[in-house]
């Protein structure tokens, strides 16, 4: 069985993440989903430091954000991440939930491929070094 | 025959919108959506001033990216918006180009829906001042 | 004797807030200083949506910002907010340190003034309510 | 005499600049005067990629920015930079005027420091490269 390749963060919003509705503008959210992504990978010890030295880049190369509810200032959001692809592509999903409700306000996925960094080339298969860390068959 | 509902902008990154790798954030490339949106609709009278004016907010619920290939530092962008849908949301297509190759480096989409300023609840049909102003029929 | 008027919050850089040189930009600071500001306010129970409610807005007019180091990703930073002046304006001052060594990177300062929501006329004295929260006279 | 060390720029604010007030959040004019500083160093071919090529890092060290009106939503402003130091220091003054009726809004100054890009150095004295490219004599 695989692990439970997830993580789930808290973040409050800013009020330099608020727009004139006094809600979060939708392009901060992709903020939050990095924010979620990054402990995450840490959890797994590969973040972007280690990523860069483990040889890859890793670019977004597909974003999609669902809106379902705005965000207040300050208002207690849990962040969800979770792992569910890593065999040619790393894809991640993500749910953001009021905190305090439980009420689901976003849903988005990212999905990353990994780039040689010397070659500059494309990798069609994730390199063997994602799935050591993250304890999982390809 | 419907008009053709579209603009192109020129955009050239900031430094500021420049990651450790020397490109683009991700995240970044939803300003330059916005910038291509706001002018179209600033074209038919209908942008964010107005579409308070008239009494509607008009959220994204739905954003998408797919990212093809990096943009670079001062790198003379084209960026395209086009109105696909206007009769219950309001859908965008964007598309953007190296200016001097033509080369495609990014695509993507948002999805509107108009919400009434005073109730603040979600219309299921867009409200006929869009379509006024687009010059379009539902 | 007058209370001790701040506090002090920990940060970590975010990937997006890095520029190509693996640092954080200078830009970005501002949120950091606006974090601690608003944490600040908060335990005085005078922040953004509390000064909106007492009538008044409260923009900068005056910000200022030395960097001594630069800061990494993920690197802890402790940011530290003292409110210095409250009598014509609102004058905060801000150390931003490294956690580990305690070495300082930053410093800052940030002024603010009222301006009266209805009249918007700005104010030459700091409306009583501000010395009321934070417990001082003027 | 020297030369007329100076530039000035268009920039409309975008929607993703304003706050709940509906005015620029004061963080983003940082943005503003990055804009035309590069505008102002590329017309003397040293902007940050030339920066690079000639071996230094230029990061900024001391950034003062006074607010004295507002901008708004597309509100068309002239950003002029002006460099005012380069022996031991770049220094860059920046007025932000309101296009149409010149009145001014904002001031402000930034101060960058030569680091060698090898051995991470500051220098007390600015490499000859700068006053050469701006043709100038410290």
Same mark, same amino acid.
């Given at each position: 069985?695989? #692990?439970?390749?997830?993580?789930?963060? @808290?973040?409050?919003?800013?009020?330099?993440?608020?727009?004139?509705?006094?809600?979060?503008?939708?392009?901060?959210?992709?903020?939050?989903?990095?924010?979620? *992504?990054?402990?995450?990978?840490?959890?797994? $010890?590969?973040?972007?430091?280690?990523?860069?030295? /483990?040889?890859?880049?890793? #670019?977004?190369?597909?974003?999609?954000?669902?809106?379902? *509810?705005?965000?207040?200032?300050?208002?207690?959001?849990?962040? /969800?991440?979770?792992?569910? @692809?890593? @065999?040619? *592509?790393?894809?991640? $999903?993500? @749910?953001?939930?009021?905190?305090? /409700?439980?009420?689901?306000?976003?849903?988005?996925?990212?999905?990353?491929?990994?780039?040689?960094?010397? /070659?500059?080339?494309?990798?069609?298969?994730?390199?063997?070094?994602?799935?050591? *860390?993250?304890?999982?068959?390809?």
């Amino acid at each position: 069985m695989q #692990p439970e390749l997830a993580i789930t963060i @808290e973040v409050a919003p800013a009020f330099h993440d608020l727009d004139p509705m006094n809600i979060v503008w939708h392009g901060h959210y992709v903020k939050y989903l990095e924010l979620a *992504r990054c402990a995450l990978l840490q959890k797994y $010890d590969y973040d972007y430091p280690a990523m860069h030295a /483990s040889g890859y880049f890793w #670019p977004i190369v597909d974003l999609r954000l669902k809106y379902v *509810r705005p965000a207040a200032y300050a208002q207690k959001l849990r962040v /969800s991440a979770r792992i569910v @692809e890593w @065999e040619n *592509r790393l894809r991640i $999903d993500y @749910e953001i939930h009021d905190a305090g /409700s439980g009420e689901r306000l976003t849903r988005a996925h990212t999905i990353q491929v990994a780039v040689d960094a010397v /070659s500059r080339e494309m990798q069609y298969l994730c390199p063997p070094v994602l799935w050591q *860390r993250l304890g999982v068959q390809p």
